[in-house]
């Protein structure tokens, strides 16, 4: 896989990305929309992604494939908090890999996503997952829960819990060149100060 941090999105970006979020929706209720984004409606969320990468305000990692194609398969978003005071803060969203992709690169993609957290010289990743969703894979990869919303979001009328979690670069990278893994084994679901 190739993965890449792009500056701009270009049509053929936009389009692969609304076409794998779509892959996703159908199969899964966890990007927040439950059926495939309309092209329109797609296109609108892609210009927004790319007028936020032209202005510096969203780091977007696109995982590629290595053909000639290289269609977008993968990607993530992080996004820096605004404050002052929180600007060791980044927010990791729209985590989304291509059904027929998964099993291929995830560490890999999740190793990226640190350099590029470490290299931004921020220290806290945070982010938002359903019970739904891979809140135990974001565990095992050294996420921590510091906060629970049991009416996070509704599927058909019915409240889904949320999870608010947060991970610490250094400590993610450390326990990578200790043990040569990313996996970590005894993370404690419970809320954790980072400071301990």
């Not at 095992?140 to 947060?166: C, E, Q």
Request: hydrophobic share 40%; with cysteine.
């Amino acid at each position: 896989m190739i993965y890449d941090w792009p500056r701009r999105l270009s049509d053929k970006d936009m389009l692969e990305i609304i076409d794998l979020m779509n892959a996703v929706a159908v199969r899964e209720h966890t990007l927040g929309f439950f059926e495939p984004l309309s092209q329109e409606a797609g296109l609108d969320l892609m210009r927004d992604y790319d007028a936020q990468l032209r202005r510096g305000e969203l780091e977007l990692l696109a995982v590629r494939t290595e053909d000639s194609d290289r269609r977008i398969v993968g990607m993530l978003t992080l996004e820096r908090a605004h404050l002052p005071a929180r600007r060791h803060v980044i927010d990791m969203r729209r985590c989304v890999i291509a059904p027929d992709s998964r099993g291929q690169f995830l560490l890999q993609g999740w190793e990226q996503a640190l350099y590029k957290v470490r290299d931004m010289g921020c220290e806290v990743i945070t982010l938002e997952v359903r019970d739904d969703g891979p809140f135990e894979l974001w565990r095992r990869i050294g996420f921590r829960d510091y906060g629970v919303l049991p009416d996070y979001a509704r599927h058909d009328g019915a409240p889904v819990t949320g999870y608010f979690m947060y991970a610490s670069c250094s400590e993610v990278l450390e326990h990578f060149e200790k043990t040569g893994s990313w996996i970590f084994d005894d993370i404690p679901a419970a809320v954790v100060s980072i400071a301990s």
